[in-house]
Structures are given as structure tokens and as C-alpha cells.
């Protein structure tokens, strides 16, 4: 039986919050799918799951009790990672509800309500043009039955509980007062993102469960009849930047960016505002912006391009890309292209996490210095796989499945398990014969082939084929947590340590981890890595190169920049390393992968 809930901390704000963003990334596809309003570019979904995904890393790196900070948190992570129209208002909601919040370590039920209101009417006051029949009308019904029920209610999991199903009523009127909608046969997009935040709150709350499978959405969902007419786009660009000053005018600077365009929303404080407005005229809204403040994460997408690119002619066959959690690839990355990942398991002590799910890389090396615990890992079951595999079906026809080297973890075999109980010519399992940075690179060539088009067969060569080229340098800062992990003995780690012996470590192409170089200090250990990627990069065309570190930021700034100079390479991802290898690097490693022609 389920146990009564009579508050909300910032601890159960966390999780809940974590919940939520993670069945809207799960969703996302689906929301593309619908996507019409205000302009049908079919990505509001992503934009939506990449705004919550910044949320849900704030959550996890915050570790105050308090609602006020927690929620202080949110706000900003939202504000910092809002994409799209529907971001940027869940970025003012995230706003509303955090100033209601100020000094509270808990609230109550009737608190909620006042704080459901705060938040819708700052999710309004962004808008220079609230559209009805949006996410803006499911947020008014949502945070009104919230002010009307909070006195009534039996606890949270009542209020939580009967807020969606209002939340739910209001989203399937929205065809009634958008007549776009009707026309193309479904509800909003950015209020069917909303819902499913909703959803996965209330899931959380009565399982106790993060979801972890792929929710692509019902295979009946057909998606939004629009036709290709990108020349009705009124304005050609989706533009965005982040502001900060000191007392910034919101109403002096919406003024002047309603002048040269439309769907325009202002998010944030006057300290930290977030615009965002389609145009014809992106650098002007930056030259107006620089006005007020410093600005920065300037974007601008061509939705015209969108239109035609997401109404185009649907391709007969369509092939889905998994991989697992060891995989180093930028979450946007991974959520543009929908990778479906099937996480390991992670824990310190009694503690458990899902990883990249409930914690996060940069995180997982926090609690790796502090806790008084080595973490042990748990490779994904056949069970989570197979679980994966099934719901694909529905909405793909094939699928490739790379995975960690087989040599170095029995996540493969486990994958390989799972797909005996799959018809044959639907499924490819394939070893990546790496980890990390060098698997995320292989995975994005798995990636970009399916978004060209090629068949199955042509996937699998160039993943094979690119599996050979990848080569991967790691520079160990401390031996201690190779000694833990029983990579290295403790003698040989004693020497390593009187020494200052720093051991750098490379995978071969069968997949095995072997010590490269010993070399006497941490920057010298840097250069050695870039020797060896010079000798090995010479000669090959369409360098594709990728920078992990352990939470050791500067090292690799100091990598990208040797990489831009010595390589011309500008395109670098750069990511912290998974605890897949991190667990054996330890804190302060960073690495290099790269793949060339």
C-alpha cells in the first residue's frame, strides 16, 4: 500500500523532477510527430526533451533538502537549457515556481496550490502573444484545479493524481480553440509534453520507478497532417540567445524584438533572461540583445528547411540505433537522433543509480572523491535488453545494437542473449570493440548512416568498417583507482606512485586495454597522448575526433586546442568520461579518440 505523502522537500522535488523529464525524453518522437503549432518544424519534442534533460542534470547536482534551493536549481538549468518555444515557457514555469519558493525547506498542500499559480501566471507573463489551445491553456487548468483541490485533497498522491486527469481534459480540448489543430488531427504538441511530464511524476510517485525503457509512443500515432508549404513560414528562423545583466528591461527589450518577428518569449529574471523569437533578422536580435547584457549560446535553425526535411515523403523502412550507457556522446547528440540507450547500474554503498538517468557523469566523480565507497557497476540483464528490443517494433522495422567491447564487459553477450528472441533480418548486434568516447564515435557513424538512408546491411559495414580506424588514448592521473578496480597490482602501483609515473592506456583493435606509454608527469602524459595521435592521424582524411575527461575540464580544453591546431579539426565532442571506464581512470584522466578515412 502506498504511503501517504503530506509534503514535498526539495529531496522529493529531485526525484520527481528527474521522472518527469525522463518520460518526455522518452517521448519526444511522438511529439515531433505532432508538432504543428506555431510552426509545424517537427521539434518541438526534441526541444522540449533537451530542456528537461538540462533540468533534470540540475536536479542531480543539487544536494540541498530545501525546496527553496532545489527549486532555485531547476529554475536556472531550465533557463540555461530551454529550446523552442515550448522550452523557453517551461523555462518561465520553472521560473514562477521557484520565486513562490524563496526561504521554504517544505510546503504543504496549500502551498502547492499558490505555488502552481505563481508558476502559471509567470509562464503567461513571457508571452507577448499567449496563444489559447497550447501548453499555456493546460498549464491555467492544470494550476487552477491545483488552487481549487489543494484543500480537499488527501495528500500529494491525490493532488498529483487529479491534476492529470485535469491536465489531460484540457489537453483534449485543445483542438477546440486551435483550429490549426483540428485541421491536422491532433492535440498540441508542447501541452502533450506538458502531460507527460505529469505522467512520469505520477509514475515515479506510486512506483517509486524511474522510467527506463523506450517509450517511443503508440504505434498508431500517425502524426499531424500538414502539407510541405515551407513558403507559408511567415519568418525563416527559429533564433535564440541567453542574456545576463544587471536590471534588465523585459518590457523595454520585448518591445523592440516584437518589431522584427513573432513568437516571441522572454524567460527568466533580470538578472538572466532567455529569448526566444522567429525572424528573418538573427544577427539584429543579437545586436539588440548585446544591449542589454552579455549574450551568449546565440542559435538560430532554419524552419523552413525543418518544414520540408520533416514532410517530406515518409521512407518505406526506418532502422532504430541502441547502444548502452558506456557510450560517450553529447545528450544532445543522442537525443537529435534518438539513440536508445539501455543503462547500467550503479551504486555506493546502499546507494543505487541508473546511470545517466539518476546521475550524471560529472556526479558520479563528485561521489568517487567523497564517498567513503568504491562503486561497483551492473551490467544491463538480457531482460533489459529484450525489454528494448520489444518496443521497438512497433515503430521501427530493423534495429543495430552496438555495444562495449566484448572482451571488456559481458554487456554484448547480454545484448546477443536478449536477441535470440527476435526475428531474424530485424535485428544486428554488433561489438563495438570499444568504450566511451571511441563507441560514441562509432555510434554517431551508425547515426548519420541511418539519416542518410542506407539499409541495414550498409549500417552494419560502416560501423565494422569504422571499428577498425578508431583508435584511443587515455592518460591516467592517479593508479589508485586502477589498483581498486584490480587493473593494476598494488606493488606495481607503489612504484607507479613513488615514481610519479603516469601510465597512459590505449584499446586495441580487438578490443583489449593495454598500457601504451609510462611517462613521468601529468602534462607530460598530455603530450605523449598528442604524439601518438599525430603519428596515427597523418595521412588520413575527414578526421572525426572526440575529448572525455574525468571531470578534469582543463586538460581537455588543453587537448581540443592541440587537436585545432596540429589537426584543423574544429568539430571536437567533448564529454566526461562514463563511469563504464571511469570507475578505472579515476578522477583527472582524459583521453582522445579519433577516426579518420
Given amino acids: 500500500m502506498t504511503s501517504k505523502i503530506g509534503y514535498i522537500d526539495g529531496l522529493r522535488l529531485k526525484q520527481a523532477v ?12 511522438r511529439l ?18 533537451l530542456t528537461l534533460q538540462s533540468v533534470a542534470e540540475g536536479a542531480i547536482s543539487c544536494h540541498d533538502a530545501s525546496i527553496s534551493e532545489m527549486s532555485r536549481r531547476l529554475a536556472d538549468s531550465a533557463l540555461m537549457g530551454a529550446r523552442g518555444n515550448s522550452g523557453a515557457i517551461l523555462a518561465q514555469f520553472f521560473q514562477g515556481f521557484s520565486e513562490k519558493l524563496r526561504n521554504e ?36 487548468d492544470w494550476a487552477e484545479h491545483a488552487r481549487s483541490y489543494c484543500h480537499h485533497a488527501h495528500d500529494f498522491i491525490d493532488l498529483i493524481s487529479q491534476g492529470l486527469r485535469a491536465a489531460q481534459s484540457s489537453l483534449n480540448d485543445t483542438p477546440k480553440k486551435l483550429k490549426m489543430l483540428a485541421k491536422a488531427g491532433v492535440v498540441d504538441a508542447g501541452a502533450q509534453g506538458f502531460v507527460h511530464m505529469l505522467e512520469g511524476i505520477l509514475n515515479f510517485v506510486l512506483t517509486g520507478k524511474i522510467e527506463q525503457a523506450v517509450g517511443i509512443g503508440a504505434s498508431s500515432d500517425s502524426g499531424a497532417k500538414v502539407e510541405a508549404m515551407p513558403q507559408d513560414i511567415l519568418f525563416q528562423y527559429c533564433t535564440e540567445c541567453f542574456i545576463e545583466g544587471e536590471r534588465i528591461a523585459r518590457v523595454q527589450l520585448r518591445d523592440e524584438l516584437r518589431q522584427i518577428g513573432n513568437s516571441l518569449i522572454v524567460a527568466g529574471s533580470t538578472e538572466k533572461m532567455r529569448v526566444h523569437v522567429h525572424t528573418n533578422e538573427p544577427e539584429t536580435v543579437f545586436e539588440i540583445a548585446g544591449r542589454y547584457g552579455q549574450v551568449s549560446r546565440r542559435k538560430f535553425d532554419d524552419m523552413r528547411k525543418q518544414h520540408t526535411d520533416a514532410h517530406a515523403a515518409e521512407r ?9 550507457s558506456s557510450c560517450d556522446l553529447e545528450p544532445e547528440f543522442i537525443i537529435r537522433h534518438n539513440i536508445q540507450t539501455v543503462p547500467v547500474q550503479l551504486s555506493f554503498g546502499q546507494q543505487n543509480y541508473i546511470d545517466k538517468i539518476t546521475i550524471t557523469p560529472k556526479e558520479y566523480y563528485r561521489m568517487l572523491t567523497e564517498s567513503g565507497y568504491y562503486p561497483k557497476t551492473s551490467q544491463p540483464t538480457p531482460g533489459d535488453f529484450a525489454n528494448t528490443y520489444e518496443q521497438l517494433w512497433g515503430h521501427y522495422d530493423q534495429a543495430v545494437s552496438i555495444h562495449l567491447s566484448g572482451v571488456l564487459s559481458g554487456t554484448l553477450q547480454a545484448a546477443r542473449t536478449a536477441a535470440k528472441g527476435v526475428p531474424d533480418g530485424k535485428l544486428r548486434v554488433l561489438d563495438g570493440r570499444n568504450v566511451c568516447i571511441g ?3 562509432l555510434v554517431a557513424e551508425a547515426a548519420r548512416a541511418i539519416e542518410q538512408g542506407c539499409d541495414l546491411d550498409e549500417v552494419v559495414s560502416k560501423v565494422e568498417a569504422a571499428a577498425n580506424k578508431i583508435r584511443f588514448y587515455v592518460a591516467i592521473d592517479t593508479v589508485e583507482y586502477l589498483i581498486r578496480g584490480g587493473r593494476l597490482s598494488r606493488s606495481r602501483g607503489i612504484v607507479a606512485r613513488g615514481l610519479n609515473l603516469k601510465p597512459i592506456l590505449r584499446l586495441t583493435q580487438d578490443g583489449q586495454v593495454e598500457v601504451a606509454a609510462r611517462v613521468l608527469g601529468a602534462q607530460a602524459s598530455l603530450k605523449k597522448v598528442m604524439k601518438f595521435i599525430r603519428k596515427e592521424a597523418r595521412g588520413k582524411k575527414n578526421l572525426r575526433f572526440a575529448v572525455a575527461h574525468a571531470n578534469a575540464i582543463e586538460k581537455a580544453a588543453w587537448l581540443r586546442d592541440q587537436i585545432e591546431k596540429q589537426c584543423e579539426v574544429r568539430d571536437i565532442i567533448t564529454v566526461n568520461v562514463s563511469p563504464a571506464l571511469g570507475a578505472h581512470a579515476g578522477p583527472g584522466a582524459a583521453g582522445v579518440a579519433f577516426l579518420g578515412d
Fill in 439 to 441: 563507441l560514441g564515435l
Fill in 316 to 324: 518505406t523502412s526506418s532502422i532504430a540505433l541502441v547502444t548502452d
Fill in 18 to 29: 528527474i521522472a518527469g523529464a525522463r518520460r518526455v525524453i522518452l517521448m519526444q518522437e
Fill in 105 to 140: 525547506q517544505r510546503i504543504s498542500l496549500v502551498q502547492f496550490g499558490a505555488v502552481a499559480q505563481q508558476a502559471r501566471n509567470s509562464s503567461y507573463e513571457a508571452i507577448t502573444e499567449p496563444q489559447e489551445g497550447t501548453i499555456l491553456t493546460v498549464i491555467h
Fill in 32 to 49: 515531433n510527430r505532432m508538432n504543428v503549432f506555431p510552426v509545424p518544424d517537427n521539434d518541438t519534442g526534441t526541444n522540449m526533451a
